[in-house]
Nanobody, 117 residues
Framework: QLVESGGGLVQPGGSLRLSCAAS????????IGWFRQAPGKEREGVSC????????NYADSVKGRFTISKDNAKNTVYLQMNSLKPEDTAVYFC????????????WGQGTQVTVSS
């Protein structure tokens, strides 16, 4: 099971940290990706962290502003989001797969992020 938390309402330029807590399996076995979907738009891959070597990747739209990290002791992946923009508004999901992919099989329920003044 994957459970996201940390979403909310923030002003443009603000920050949020999303958490993705895994239970029932170890994150040592799975890559974790963050995705987002805004109303009327297709789902977008935001970032991913590999379970094999800890390598990370980011969508161009968030590079330099978002940072993905993992705490193995807490079995949790984080997405630190800085310099938030209104276009970052979406439901954010974390998902697990054996490697970073566009269609992971295991998903959390999502957490809403709203960037607005």
């Amino acid at each position: 099971q994957l459970v996201e938390s940390g979403g909310g309402l923030v002003q443009p330029g603000g920050s949020l940290r999303l958490s993705c807590a895994a239970s029932g399996f170890s994150l040592d076995l799975y890559a974790i990706g963050w995705f987002r979907q805004a109303p009327g738009k297709e789902r977008e891959g935001v970032s991913c962290i590999s379970n094999k070597d800890g390598s990370t990747n980011y969508a161009d739209s968030v590079k330099g502003r978002f940072t993905i990290s993992k705490d193995n002791a807490k079995n949790t992946v984080y997405l630190q989001m800085n310099s938030l923009k209104p276009e970052d508004t979406a439901v954010y999901f974390c998902a697990a797969d054996v490697m970073c992919s566009d269609s992971p099989p295991y998903w959390g329920q999502g957490t809403q992020v709203t960037v607005s003044s």
